[in-house]
């Protein structure tokens, strides 16, 4: 399971005086702690897989955000703590679909569906339900209008 193995790296990274992977370790089980109670479970409980992905997802999400909006803001030091993060975070998540990959899909769910570009707030949903959460969603986005464009 996800979540154990996560806690068990921990006692590694503590070993290893990695500061950066221990803090995100740290993070994503109190992310975990949180869903569970969030979920009615005990705080000790491990959360299943893809409820531990949902959490991961979250946390990758936050940093990526947050990594722009540093830049933004002209901050380029935090924004780079942010990325190596990001980093550590990513090592969780299952494999991402390629480009090409989400172009098949895009291009079959765009004649299943008979998509135009009124509709793409529906065929987005259709392809990340196909692609079962492997591609990121402002990849599918804008691979979807590039096509339809």
């Given at each position: ?29 109190s ?5 569970a ?16 992905l ?43 679909m ?23 707030g ?28």
């Amino acid at each position: 399971m996800l979540h154990e193995k996560i806690k068990s790296e921990m006692k590694d990274a503590m070993k290893a005086k990695d500061a950066v992977r221990l803090s995100v370790i740290r993070g994503l089980l109190s992310a975990f702690t949180n869903e569970a109670v969030a979920k009615g479970k005990k705080p000790d409980e491990f959360l299943t897989d893809d409820e531990a992905l949902a959490v991961i997802k979250r946390a990758s999400n936050q940093r990526k955000d947050a990594s722009t909006q540093y830049r933004a803001g002209g901050r380029e030091d935090l924004a780079v703590n942010e990325e190596a993060e990001l980093v550590i975070i990513q090592t969780y998540l299952p494999a991402q679909m390629s480009t090409e990959d989400i172009k098949k899909i895009v291009a079959e769910k765009i004649a299943e569906l008979g998509a135009d570009k009124s509709k793409i707030g529906q065929l987005i949903g259709a392809i990340i339900k196909a692609t079962g959460g492997q591609a990121d969603g402002g990849e599918v986005k804008r691979i979807a209008e590039e096509m339809l464009g």
